[in-house]
């Protein structure tokens, strides 16, 4: 099984080639913008903050763009961490919106960032 590495940084703008394949926890919104900076060094997982959704779903549009490029993604509620402090999202995140893959993934909805994580770990694309 390969080693995954979980990285907390408050902007997706932030990643870097290292984190490509791992897991990223970020305090950025989930939109389009934010899924074009994260495709940069794409990760395994990468966790938004659904900045309260927005119209037209803007705040996690960016979820299906990661789908379509082998991304799982997903978002935790505004209400549940502060919008670009990732340590908030893991520690205190739940998860508001995902895409087909972290759905896959075993990842939904109501679930911790935490919990997101384990799960992801767990499922079978990462070999456990």
Do not use: K, W
């Amino acid at each position: 099984m390969r080693q995954i590495q979980t990285f907390v940084i408050d902007s997706v703008s932030a990643v870097t080639a290292e984190m490509r394949g791992q897991i990223v926890v970020t305090g950025s919104h989930g939109g389009v913008s934010a899924a074009h900076l994260a495709l940069a060094h794409p990760p395994g997982l990468a966790i938004f903050n659904d900045a309260g959704i927005g119209l037209d779903d803007a705040g996690v549009r960016g979820l299906e763009l990661l789908n379509d490029q082998n991304v799982a993604a997903c978002a935790v509620s505004n209400e549940t961490a502060r919008i670009g402090e990732a340590a908030s999202t893991l520690a205190t995140g739940r998860i508001s919106a995902v895409n087909t893959l972290a759905v896959q993934a075993g990842i939904a909805p109501g679930q911790t960032c935490a919990d997101a994580i384990s799960f992801y770990l767990q499922s079978p694309s990462q070999g456990a």
